[in-house]
């Protein structure tokens, strides 16, 4: 996990009158709004008796207060107030007190937190050009995913994914799971991968979206801010204006859970009605690389790419590029040394904050280790190394394999209508290769009946028919 990076602690809508508990980087924090309607975050762990600050009374002059004494610690972290001598200057009656605050400002309608002690230093919150305008509609998502944050971001960052697990074929290749040519371009704060299509629309309300064989523009950005991922897709076909774009927010819960906030925005099919759908079917893949990230090992997340790993051209060369990134923030001295991490259950964990760099001495919760700078511990990514496939002659035939397409494992990656669980379950326990047949004929029978939603009972009719 890095310090100096600014994290998204939550939405703005969720934060009114109450202090809210949250956990980041392995660290128990809470989030308040000041008399004025300032955000602020500091540590949840009062440095008296290690109460929950978030059960506290926020007062009227933006002030916390310790549920178990009442000490009142304000948005910087400095206590103000001792009411059992209240005649007293804190610093007279408990000399040193205090807790770690941490930089805090709202954009975008998310609340964003710099978890280190030098937040000048780290890269600058991005713009969201399409926050605001009126010509976007857009819905929001949050979930926790039980895999670490690394992995919870692998799952997005590569196209051969695509057609295996959410069933999004590239058209127009000879090979439709090879990633078409794309082109990865990193900065000091992020990276993109620019890539041209010729994919296949979903089915449903979707299959209008453009003319069959159009080719579609991907652009995949990431930028280290929230760890963030965008990505936008001309649905309508390139030149058609009409954009499908995600923002992927990912925070470290600790080091085996992830909080993961979507915004999912569009300018096409602006009517309210579609919301739903337009949510159901961003989540539908978001939920089929959940479950992917779940269930990988190790459920602790790396410190670093493998040395003994195995990378290929396809599959991980925009993995690469984001280890390159996290390579640099190692190299500035901001990665937290997952060797020396305290167990939450016997020590608390506090991320390194401005005023501790100040002020290094008479803290009462030491912080968290991080690894020095320009200290090695894991290889430079420049030299991992894969085989450069497009220069070797191939040895198979171009069709090899192709008698036995890959099939997604998950039904619901050929699903386009809303299915009753049980009719899904039963869907997934027939052999992968006629799913996707068993799948078109119910929805368009859902359809034909003026239905959205399979039913087992409908599953049950079409059984019957065919057994005629």
Partial sequence: MYTNVWYVAGFSKDLTNEPIKVTMLGADLVLFRETDGTARCISNVCPHRGSSLAEGVLYKDGTLACPFHGYRFNGHGTCTLIPSRRDHDPQVVA???RTDAYATVEKYGLIWVCLGDDPD???????????????????????????DYHTSKFTNLDYVHLPVVHGIFF??????????????????????????????????????????????????????PGFTLRGQVEIGGIGSGEFNIFYEFTTPIDEHRTMMRHYFLRNYRMEAEFDAEHTRRNLQNIHQDKALAEAQRPLVAPTGPNPNGIYTHDEDKIMLTYWGLMEGMRNKGWQIDRAKLVDPAHAVRSIPSPAR??????????????IPAGKATEPAVR??????????KPTRPKDYGKS?????????????????????????KAPGFVQPTIIKNAEAAARANGSNFVTVKLLDELQAKQGK
């Fill in 171 to 224: 058209q127009g290749n000879e090979n439709p799971i090879q990633a078409p040519e794309h082109h990865v371009t990193a900065t000091e704060h992020g990276f993109q991968s620019v890539m041209r299509v010729n994919a296949a629309p979903s089915a449903g309300v979707w299959s209008a979206m453009r003319e069959k064989g159009a080719k579609v523009e991907s652009i995949m950005k990431y930028f280290i």
């Fill in 121 to 147: 230093a780290a890269s600058p919150i991005f713009d969201m050009l399409e926050w605001g305008d009126d010509k976007f509609r857009f819905t929001s998502n949050a979930e926790i995913w039980n895999a």
């Fill in 404 to 428: 036995e397409p890959v099939v997604p494992r998950d039904a619901k990656s050929k699903a386009t209508l809303e299915w009753e669980a049980a009719a899904l379950a039963r869907v997934e």
């Fill in 95 to 97: 000399p040193g007190i």
């Fill in 357 to 370: 760099k100040a002020q290094p001495d008479g803290w009462v919760y030491p912080a968290m280790a991080r």
């Fill in 383 to 392: 030299n991992l190394k894969f085989v450069d496939i497009d220069s070797v």
